[in-house]
């Protein structure tokens, strides 16, 4: 069985760090390119950050370039999402993801990604 589990989120002030954790079981994630999603109340899903299997390319969505680092650790079967400087409008619940193995497009679109983590809650008070 296929599991992604993510943790780590919070309730933190204006300026604060968090680093949210993604635990993978029944899957080995060094062939798979992994990203970050968040969706705030009201809002679609959005794609925050990516890391692919082959060469560790990171992107990243313009609103959180400079705060937040993408990383895995494929020894542990984990990747990290390291947030810093967060706002109150980074609140949301972020998904970690996995794409199917192999996959090296660089359309880092939910649709790209058929594993899904159950979501972790990141609130930034002001």
């Known amino acids: 069985q296929v599991q992604l589990v993510e943790s780590g989120g919070g309730l933190v002030q204006a300026g604060d760090s968090l680093k949210l954790s993604c635990a993978a079981s029944g899957l080995t994630l060094n062939r798979l390119t992994m990203g970050w999603f968040r969706q705030a109340p009201g809002k679609e899903r959005e794609f925050v950050a990516a890391?692919?299997?082959?060469?560790?390319?990171?992107d990243y969505a313009d609103s959180v370039k400079g705060r937040f680092t993408i990383s895995r650790d494929n020894a542990k079967n984990a990747a990290y999402l390291q947030m810093n400087s967060l706002k109150p409008e980074d609140t949301a619940v972020y998904y970690c993801a996995a794409s199917p193995p192999y996959y090296s497009g660089s359309d880092y679109s939910a649709k790209r990604f058929g594993y899904w983590g159950q979501g972790t809650q990141v609130t930034v008070s002001s």
């Open positions: 890391i692919t299997w082959r060469g560790g390319i990171k």
